[in-house]
């Protein structure tokens, strides 16, 4: 993988040939948000959209997972979703993560959820908001969680 720190773009296609280490550990899905760790340019989050294989298995099998992280500038990525089926990332399209005070924050297709174990568990975060989309997250310099949704406005609450 190329890592130059933005010197000169460059093609995905020279990067992702589609089966080769990086790409072989991503399901076959969209990447929908991109989180870079300020603090270490070589960490970041991946969120992709659409349905894991709970939905659809043969030649078009979209994988599993919907939240990816990297510790080495995307060399290799693994998969944060969680496993028990109780716990984890609901399998909904993932729309945008935030990773704020070592907290992780994912916007999905029915609202929003976070893990305070880096993705071992997930949860509902907050009250109130309704199950709807959420299309983008961000923290404010003030410390509060804005959350943009499809169809019912933006909605706030202080980032934990």
Same mark, same amino acid.
């Given at each position: ?24 550990a991503f ?7 991109v989180?870079?760790?300020v603090?270490n340019?070589s960490h ?7 349905y ?5 298995i043969? =030649?078009e +099998? !979209?994988?599993v997972?919907?939240?990816?992280? #990297?510790?080495?500038? @995307?060399a290799?990525?693994?998969d944060?979703?969680g496993?028990?089926?109780a716990?984890?990332l609901p399998d909904?399209?993932?729309d945008?993560?935030?990773f704020y ?5 994912v ?5 929003v ?10 949860s509902?975060l907050?009250?109130?908001?309704p199950?709807?989309v959420v299309d983008?997250? =961000?923290? +404010? !310099? ?6 943009? #949704?499809h169809?019912r @406005? ?6 934990p």
């Open positions: 993988m190329l890592n130059n720190s933005g010197g000169a773009w460059h093609s995905t296609s020279e990067v992702c040939s589609g089966t080769a280490a990086p790409c072989a399901p076959k899905r969209y990447i929908s948000g989180k870079i760790d603090g340019p970041g989050y991946l969120s992709l959209s659409g894991s294989r709970h939905w659809m043969g =030649t +099998d !979209p994988g997972g919907h939240l990816f992280e #990297t510790s080495n500038g @995307g290799a990525w693994t944060v979703s496993t028990s089926p716990t984890a909904f399209p993932a945008d993560v935030v005070h070592g907290n992780l924050i916007a999905n297709d029915i609202g959820f976070i893990s305070f174990d880096n993705g071992g568990t997930w509902r907050g009250t109130n908001l199950h709807v983008q997250l =961000t923290v +404010d !310099p003030n410390g509060v969680l804005v959350a943009a #949704t169809g @406005g933006v909605w706030t609450i202080p980032a």
